[in-house]
Structures are given as structure tokens and as C-alpha cells.
């Protein structure tokens, strides 16, 4: 079983429309799982149907019992992050800037303050409209540990992948090189980095692949909107050379992308085109490349 991640320095790149055409190619081989939790938008492409939901805990919040509290006022000298407001005269715990670290029920003298652990999203296994397995997940607003989410969508992924004996699990990842794109890369057997031709995206690029070479995982790289700068395309695959980095593709820029996904397709089922013998040859490159 290979698992494969594909991941973008900078948003925009496409990269979620290449996956999810990946994963309509892929078909029932395949486990999918959509870690990008923070802008899990998969769903909108492959019509998975829910089937299975579960709540999502991590992490923790104070919460002062009013009936206890004395309004000492220890907890709020206390805490470093300004979480523990007077209100009409009492103390109370502000959510969002309440970063759990439990200090405050150390030094009540009332024990009136308690830690409860967060609901701060969902996750769901669900087929797809290619009738694969699909893991995905929802982080709630404004809610923190999505690292951890993403390693128990991949976990998931990665049981059902075992017990269905699927040769490959199919991850796409967040943008750029925060906490959820380490946890996708844990265990991975290869990356697709997807950019762009712009200084941004080649920037990027090579950020994120500094991210992957710390993993020591071999990469592979798909140019989207390749004909949009050739210079720039060029340095990238200059960029591609001397970190042996695999060329999977080039793709052109062409506005069927956005014309599928307003109709609530992949591109390559949407229309045959250039573009579709392309993604399709890519695929096969990079299952024979993983």
C-alpha cells in the first residue's frame, strides 16, 4: 500500500481539481482522504455521501463555575493571554483567546475553574460518486488542532485501505507549511507538489519542498498554467533539475477547470480534452513513480 500526498506551497494552484481528478481516475482502487480540513472542498467534486459521522475532541478550555468563584481574581492575574475578563463583576472565560493551558484551575483557591475538552469539528467516511472510500473532515470556525485532525483522517484512510487491501491512499493536502501539511506528510511514500508559474508559486515551491526533504520523501511536481510565464516556468523546472525532483506534467491554462467545478465535476469527467490525456498520463506516472 502507497500512500500518495499532494501538496501546494501557496493556495490557487489548482491542486485540490488535480486530486480530485486523480481520485476520479483512481476510481475503487483508491482511498481517498481530504486533509485539508481548514478548506475541505473535495466534497464538492466527488459527492461523497456522508454515511458515517463522528465529533471530533481536542484540546481544552477553562470554565469558571459562577456558583464557586469567589471573583478572587488570581485566575485572570494568572493567565498570559488575556482570556479572563470582569463582566458585570465576575469572571468569565473568553473562548477564543482562551488557549487551554490549564494554569488558571492551579491557582483557584475556590477550585471553581474546570478543563473541558473541545468539540472542534467533525470527520466522516463516506463512497464517492466513483464508489471509493472517502475519509474527510470539518474543522469547526475559528478552532485550533488541525494537525490532529488531519492525522486521525489519515489513520482512518489508512485502516480502510488496509481492510479493503487498496493498493493506494490518495491524500490532498492543505496549502503551504503549517501543522496540518506536516501531519499530511507523516508516513508518506510520495509527494506531488503542484504550482504555478508565477514568482509566488515558485517561491513557494521551493518552501515547501525544503518541508518534504526533511521527511526525506521522494517528490514529483505537476506545472499548472504552465504557458502563463515561460521564464518563470522554465526556472521552476530548472529548480526541478537540481533537486531531482520528478516532472510529472505540464498543463496548460484552460478555463475548463473552472467551468467543471461550477457544474460540480472533475475535469477529466466533464470533458475530453487535452487536458483529460494528460491527467490521465499522470495518474499512471505517478502510481508507477510512488
Known amino acids: ?9 501557496k493556495g490557487g494552484t489548482g491542486k485540490t481539481s488535480i486530486t480530485a481528478s486523480f481520485a476520479y481516475l483512481g476510481g475503487k482502487d483508491i482511498v481517498v482522504a481530504d486533509c485539508d480540513v481548514d478548506a475541505a472542498d473535495m466534497h464538492l467534486l466527488l459527492e461523497p ?3 458515517k459521522s463522528e465529533d471530533f475532541y481536542s484540546g481544552f478550555i477553562a470554565k469558571i463555575d459562577q456558583d464557586k468563584c469567589t471573583q478572587c481574581g488570581k485566575c485572570a492575574d494568572v493567565c498570559r493571554f488575556d482570556a479572563i475578563p470582569v463582566v458585570d463583576g465576575q469572571h468569565w472565560v473568553e473562548s477564543l483567546n482562551c ?6 484551575p492551579r491557582v483557584c483557591p475556590a477550585d471553581a475553574i474546570i478543563m473541558e475538552e473541545q468539540n472542534v469539528g467533525q470527520w466522516y467516511v ?3 460518486k466513483t464508489g471509493s472510500p472517502m475519509v474527510h473532515a470539518r474543522l469547526g470556525i475559528g478552532a485550533e488542532n488541525s494537525g490532529k485532525l488531519v492525522a486521525r483522517v489519515k489513520k ?10 487498496k493498493n493506494f491512499i490518495l491524500v490532498d493536502g492543505s496549502p503551504g507549511v503549517g501543522c496540518p501539511v506536516v501531519s499530511s506528510l507523516s508516513g508518506a511514500n510520495f509527494v506531488v507538489l503542484v ?6 508559486g515558485l517561491h513557494d515551491l521551493k518552501r515547501v519542498h ?12 505537476i506545472i499548472n498554467k504552465s504557458d502563463l510565464n515561460h521564464r518563470v516556468c522554465e526556472e521552476i523546472e530548472d529548480f526541478l533539475k537540481k533537486e531531482n525532483i520528478v516532472l510529472i506534467s505540464r498543463l496548460p491554462y484552460d478555463e475548463t477547470f473552472t467551468k467543471a467545478m461550477t457544474e460540480g ?9 487535452g487536458i483529460t490525456a494528460t491527467l490521465k498520463k499522470s495518474w499512471k506516472k505517478v502510481k508507477q513513480t510512488a
Open 265 to 273: 465535476q472533475t475535469i477529466v469527467e466533464y470533458k475530453k480534452n
Open 99 to 104: 488557549e487551554g493551558c490549564g494554569y488558571c
Open 210 to 221: 525544503e518541508l518534504v526533504k526533511k521527511f526525506n520523501i521522494r517528490a514529483g511536481c
Open 49 to 51: 455521501d456522508f454515511a
Open 126 to 128: 463516506s463512497t464517492t
Open 1 to 9: 500500500m502507497k500512500e500518495i500526498v499532494v501538496i501546494s506551497g
Open 195 to 200: 504550482t504555478e508559474p508565477t514568482v509566488s
Open 156 to 165: 482512518e484512510a489508512k485502516n480502510i485501505a488496509q481492510q479493503n487491501h
